[in-house]
């Protein structure tokens, strides 16, 4: 009987270390990235995050890229059926161009993850990282600058994409 308890006293502390520990890799993770806030709020909030390792972390994050690129070119398409500037419409021609791009990187680096092809995971995530600053570049090509409407997401897009690189250079 003395066993069986100095047994179960073993295994919950070995859950609570071990659970620690993965609240610890979020953390770790988070601290390397741009936005330590933005990555441990997007982490936390995906229940798989509690149990992965470092390639699962990436894995979540490559999916929440994948999710914002989708959102932001589906704005540009909501956009571009108003009518507006013709060298605003250009601008936000170029983003969804690049977002289609981006959606095709993402895909690809996550199909490369998933097979352990690590070299082609990360080519194919440092490719997408351009798109959030193609958009933004083309609303200052031209004078006067244009505002860009996808501001905040070009941004959080950019900083999902620098902590998941971060995540896939240890791995």
């Known amino acids: 009987m ?3 308890k100095m047994l179960i006293v073993i295994f919950f502390v070995s859950l609570f270390f071990v659970a620690r520990s993965y609240g610890d890799l979020i953390d770790d993770v988070c601290k390397k990235s741009d936005d330590y806030k933005l990555c441990v709020n997007s982490l936390r909030a995906d229940p798989r995050s509690s149990s992965a ?3 699962g972390l990436a894995h979540i994050m490559l999916q929440l890229s ?9 704005q ?4 571009l059926k ?19 791009l981006a ?4 895909s690809n680096a996550i199909k490369y993850l998933d097979e352990n092809d690590l070299d082609m995971a990360k080519s194919e995530a ?6 959030p600053v193609t958009c933004e570049d083309s609303f200052t090509e031209w004078r006067p600058i244009r505002k860009n409407p996808f501001k905040k997401e070009n941004d959080d897009f950019l900083h999902f994409n ?3 690189l971060n995540l896939l250079d240890p791995l």
């Open 2 to 4: 003395k066993l069986m």
């Open 53 to 55: 390792d470092k390639k």
């Open 66 to 74: 994948l999710a914002k690129a989708n959102v932001i070119y589906n």
């Open 76 to 79: 540009t398409l909501i956009l």
């Open 82 to 100: 108003k009518p507006m500037e013709s060298i605003l419409k250009q601008c936000i021609q170029i983003c969804r161009d690049n977002y289609v």
């Open 103 to 106: 959606v095709l990187d993402i």
């Open 126 to 131: 440092t490719i997408a990282i351009e798109c």
């Open 162 to 164: 620098h902590v998941m």
